[in-house]
């Protein structure tokens, strides 16, 4: 499998686009103007707390209150307070814990107001990003994540991501992060330390002590609400996160960040620094790798599949709806139920990418088509889960109910992806789809008609779409040429609505 980073930076955003074998996975932005990332750390200032709803507002900086729960306070937390307080004051200067006695955990079961005051000053950590007209939820609960491990202060405790299965592997690594961790700090394995030896372990965790000593160190002249320590910009956290030996490239059009990704590389994996290039071509980036296609064709209401199939998706106030559908599809050679399951588990793979590509979070229904054979659910659900495994975010997925449905939990931390994909309507007042999302519902049809014996194959569009698949070398048409072996004739017709089109035959029949 190759793995492409392809990043897009302009004067305001920076746009990262994660490609499997060309294929869009995954979709970030990252704008100058936002101060709440997932991973910064804060001096905040207590505001308030609300003993109903054993919870506090928190002053962050930020246009609306953090949201800080008690059981996101973290069981150290007196720990947290005691060591804040004594460093702000400067009575504290030893910043690696070795010295510093830790007081007792606070009750799991407990109310916030007693363990927190308003006024007060206290670390915190952002956890999800500012949504909508919530502000940032947060945890006292801190971590600093490297590459390889995350450092958690004020713990003792040591364990390994549970996607690392092999028992001794597990082991292994537990009795590695023993000889070499710091008093006073808890360590988590994460999956990419699998096989990794000790040195390279030690230097991530040493990486990590020296950002925790570094924050410390602005502490005593810090004044509440400020960041104290900001999380890796977002080409590093998320190379930090995913990269591996797939990796084949990573491009950017910005010569400083192309500098900065080329020396985090070579800090990471000084092997595969080669693949770190600076695109200089006059052909936009996301152009240039078909980008701005796929993300035309994969944002939209509707979203096309192979064979015909397609999903709706709607969403509401509360939740996600995700209608499958199986469009013009149909195999004489399958009974009903085997299509149904080859529908469905190709909806399902497109599901596990949509809710990546979009970052959709909290609640998902999926209104799969309906399947009477137990043994096709479970097919169903299984490759569902098995797909859903690439999502790095927490999320949950549930058999099948009664009624076909399947509910997915996705957490969100981040303001979900939404990008408009439609234009201005040639023919009428209103909105559209885009060109390549109608020639895209165009291309699974044609896949199905092109496969049978059907001779000269002819395509009536209106003008403008017919335009469109016949500009450039190679044009669309072009393409179909090579891919199905018979060259389509695409006819312009004034007298069509602009989404309309018909396929005929040479007997001029149309095709059904």
């Not at 299965?165 to 990419?192: A, Q, Y």
């Not at 959709?360 to 043994?375: E, T, Y």
């Not at 059907?454 to 190679?474: C, E, R």
Request: charged share 30%; glycine share 4%; net charge positive.
């Amino acid at each position: 499998m190759k793995t492409e980073l392809i990043i897009r930076s302009s004067s305001s955003d920076i746009d990262f686009a994660l490609l499997k074998n060309g294929r869009l996975i995954e979709l970030h932005k990252e704008t100058n103007d936002n101060n709440f990332n997932v991973g910064d750390i804060f001096l905040a200032k207590i505001k308030k707390t609300l003993s109903g709803l054993n919870a506090s507002f928190v002053n962050v900086g930020s246009e609306k209150d953090a949201f800080l729960h008690y059981h996101d306070l973290g069981p150290q937390l007196l720990s947290l307070s005691k060591f804040t307080r004594l460093v702000s004051t400067g009575k504290l200067k030893e910043f690696t814990l070795k010295n510093f006695h830790s007081e007792k955990d606070i009750n799991k079961n407990g109310t916030i107001d007693q363990v927190i005051k308003s006024g007060q000053n206290l670390l915190v950590q952002v956890v999800k990003e500012p949504i909508s007209t919530k502000g940032p939820r947060i945890s006292s609960e801190l971590s600093i994540a490297g590459r390889h491990l995350v450092l958690v202060p004020f713990s003792d405790r040591i364990s390994v991501s549970q996607k690392i299965s092999n028992r001794k592997e597990k082991e292994r690594l537990k009795r590695l992060v023993k000889s070499i961790k710091p008093k006073g700090f808890g360590v988590i394995l994460r999956t990419v330390a699998e096989g990794i030896k000790v040195a390279d372990l030690d230097e991530d965790l040493q990486n990590s002590l020296q950002r925790w000593v570094n924050m410390c160190k602005q502490l005593p002249n810090a004044k509440a609400p400020t960041k104290v320590l900001s999380e890796l910009n977002r080409a590093s956290s998320i190379l930090r996160d995913v990269f591996n030996d797939s990796f084949s490239s990573i491009v950017t059009n910005d010569e400083v960040l192309y500098k900065e990704l080329k020396e985090y590389i070579l800090r990471i994996a000084p092997k595969k620094a080669s693949i770190v290039k600076l695109y200089k071509s006059k052909v936009p980036i996301f152009e240039k790798y078909s980008i701005e296609r796929q993300i035309k064709t994969a944002f939209g209401r509707t979203v096309s599949m192979p064979k015909g199939a397609y999903l709706v998706i709607e969403h509401t106030e509360a939740l996600h709806v995700i209608d499958v559908n199986s469009g013009n599809r149909s195999n004489k050679a399958n009974s009903q139920a085997d299509t149904a399951l080859e529908v469905n588990l190709i909806a399902a793979s497109e599901i596990a990418r949509q809710l990546q590509l979009r970052d959709m979070g909290g609640i998902i229904v999926v209104d799969f088509i309906d399947m009477h054979s137990a043994d096709h659910r479970h097919k169903l659900y299984e490759h569902l889960k098995n797909e859903m495994k690439s999502n790095r975010t927490k999320h949950k997925v549930l058999p099948p109910s009664k009624f076909g449905l399947v509910q997915i939990t996705r957490q969100r931390v981040r303001p979900e992806m939404v990008i408009k994909t439609k234009e201005e309507n040639p023919n009428k007042n209103g909105e559209v789809e885009a060109p390549i999302i109608l020639v895209e519902k165009i291309e699974n049809q044609l896949e199905i008609i092109a496969g049978k014996s059907t001779k000269g194959i002819t395509l009536h569009v209106h003008p403008f779409v017919a335009s469109y698949i016949k500009q450039g070398l190679p044009s669309i048409q072009n393409k179909w040429f090579f891919k199905y072996k018979k060259w389509i004739k695409v006819i312009p017709r004034d007298a069509y609505q602009y989404l309309e089109y018909h396929f005929f035959d040479s007997n001029d029949k149309k095709i059904r």
